[in-house]
């Protein structure tokens, strides 16, 4: 029998292959004590071994830039800037003069007295810090000592790796011919080491905590990096189903970059369009392969994350306009920085809050931040031309004022520029205060996204975060298929332009009840879009609206209807989306 555990969908996709478990061994330095006489000769042992440190971080970064881009890269210059740290250096060495402390010692002393700080500080940032402290830990006692900076070596075969916590260093030296995918018992969405994993492509859950021992070395494995889901020990069916979609998908011709993707129509010719969500400029080349339909979702944040310098609204303007250029005959709708939560640049000074997700985030810090807000807005104009090509959507809104003083600050950056069209602007509907007010506030907008993922959180007061929920973060519950239906009905009525932008279009069932409510533009990782393309030629919106009429608006639960829309699929899914 196989075993299905939960973590947290950090790299979209799916793989099926061998586990190989890494396990770090930390190795900690002796109690060493030396003589007066060579306390100067340690001091100056540590210097030379943080700089040699400090040099292989800035040749990790430039790999990274090259291999990558600017966005990976610049997750290292936080390591730079801690070799650097006065509590550090300073620290260590006052170790070694008053202590008489090796300079291994020392250094390790003072690491662990930081990273206790920094656990005791309840930051969201823990996570990020720790694998930094790592990273330099490892790189400073290898020096000192002459040992491996890295002990973890890299598979020769094709497989997946089953880590307790990948470090920003380790995740940039992965080969994804060799990684098909990782299974991480710590991390999080937005973490450095996720936000490299996921540029190369590899799919990835992490959060898994105790349950990772579950994978033992050898270990057959199903993983799905977008829903969080691990299957152990797939039986002989569900494997077969897996080979079977891969297969077809793998006959599937790669789209003509020369030429705009062929309109995606279902089984009974109803137009359905698919679009793509990218961190960065990187992923264009991904998505139009893919045959995406311009950009739904470019999360912006991710310029942003890990750095201790606002990114001047040239290099945001260098950034959109590529994305721009990437689809030239396509909208491409930008999300302004959804940061706070569990994305934290390093040039906020974030409080630690008791509930992020619920805190100074979003909307709420680029409104008590105007000059951040400005600078992401005039870059993002300017990359969208004269001709506004370049839509404007806000995240995490809950209210009327929010919108207003948006779209004002967004017509006076317009008309600073002389910008002769107006910018499209557009909403996230994730928090039901929206959901449940849209009448009210839809005349001021020109389109929504309907973000499945966080309605789905705040509506069932579940923390999509937290892996060890995961079973209650039911984007099929009763409550959110009733907003589905209202959300649309209401953003219909208004005359608005509708997406979806959320893991619930890329499962088959999920896809199938929101062609049943009416959904027809849809945005997905790049990843998702050839399974999605298949399943939505073969599927008959008349078919799945009369099974929608049948079930009468949900009069009771959903579990007949869900049963009946999963029998409309003419193929076989993964096994990974049965519950």
């Not at 001091?43 to 990558?68: I, K």
């Not at 992490?206 to 152990?232: C, F, H, P, S």
């Amino acid at each position: 029998m196989s075993e299905v555990i939960h973590g947290i969908g950090a790299a979209p996709g799916r793989a099926l292959g061998v586990a190989r478990r890494l396990e770090r061994h930390e190795w900690r330095p002796e109690h060493k004590t030396i003589p007066s006489d060579a306390v100067e000769r340690e001091v100056a042992r540590f210097e030379e071994a943080r700089a040699w440190a400090a040099d292989r971080v800035r040749d990790t970064r430039e790999e990274a830039a090259r291999s990558l881009g600017e966005v990976e890269a610049n997750i290292f210059d936080p390591q730079v800037l801690i070799l650097s740290d006065p509590d550090l250096v300073a620290g260590t060495i006052r170790y070694i003069r008053e202590n008489f402390l090796s300079a291994e010692r020392a250094f390790d002393w003072r690491l662990t007295e930081l990273r206790t700080a920094i656990v005791d500080a309840g930051h969201f940032m823990v996570v990020d810090r720790l694998a930094d402290l790592r990273d330099i830990r490892s790189r400073v006692l290898a020096r000192l000592t002459g040992r491996n900076e890295d002990p973890l070596a890299l598979p020769e075969e094709p497989g997946l790796i089953a880590i307790d916590d990948l470090t920003p260093s380790f995740a940039v030296r992965l080969d994804p011919e060799l990684v098909l995918g990782v299974a991480s018992g710590s991390g999080s969405r937005t973490s450095h080491s996720t936000l490299v994993v996921r540029s190369l492509g590899i799919p990835a859950v992490v959060g898994l905590g105790a349950d990772l021992a579950k994978i033992e070395d050898g270990t057959t494995v199903l993983l799905d990096g977008g829903n969080g889901r691990v299957l152990l020990e797939p039986t002989e069916a569900e494997t077969a189903a897996h080979l079977q979609m891969v297969r077809r998908l793998s006959g599937r011709p790669a789209a003509d970059l020369t030429r705009e993707p062929a309109p995606l129509l279902t089984a009974d010719g109803v137009r359905v369009h698919l679009r793509a969500n990218i961190d960065q400029p990187h992923d264009v080349p991904a998505a139009r392969r893919v045959g995406a339909e311009g950009v739904g979702l470019f999360r912006s944040e991710f310029l942003v994350i890990g750095r201790r310098v606002i990114p001047s609204e040239e290099e945001q303007y260098e950034a959109y306009r590529e994305v721009v250029d990437g689809f030239p005959n396509q909208p491409v709708t930008l999300r302004t920085f959804d940061i706070g939560g569990d994305k934290f640049p390093l040039f906020l000074d974030l409080p630690p809050e008791e509930n992020p997700y619920l805190g100074w985030r979003a909307i709420r810090v680029c409104l008590d931040r105007p000059q951040l807000f400005r600078n992401q807005l005039r870059a993002a104009i300017r990359a969208g031309g004269p001709e506004a090509r370049m839509r404007i959507l806000v995240p995490f809104v809950i209210c009327e004022t929010e919108i207003l003083r948006t779209k004002e600050i967004v017509a006076e950056v317009g008309r600073e520029l002389g910008q002769p069209e107006p910018v499209s602007f557009g909403v996230m509907v994730e928090t039901p205060a929206l959901a449940d007010t849209l009448d009210l506030v839809g005349r001021h907008l020109d389109f929504i996204s309907l973000g499945t993922n966080d309605l789905t959180q705040y509506s069932l007061a579940v923390d999509r975060g937290n892996a060890r929920l995961q079973h209650l973060a039911n984007p099929m519950h009763p409550a959110l298929i009733r907003s589905y239906e209202r959300i649309f009905n209401t953003a219909s009525a208004l005359g608005l332009d509708i997406g979806v932008c959320g893991d619930l279009a890329a499962e088959p069932v999920g896809l199938a009840l929101l062609l049943a409510l009416g959904y027809r533009d849809f945005s997905l990782a790049p990843t998702s879009i050839p399974e999605v393309r298949e399943l939505v030629g073969l599927l008959s919106v008349a078919e799945l609206s009369e099974l929608w009429s049948r079930a009468g608006a949900l009069s009771g639960m959903p579990g007949e209807l869900l049963a009946r829309l999963e029998d409309a699929i003419p193929v076989e899914p993964s096994p990974l989306y049965v519950s």
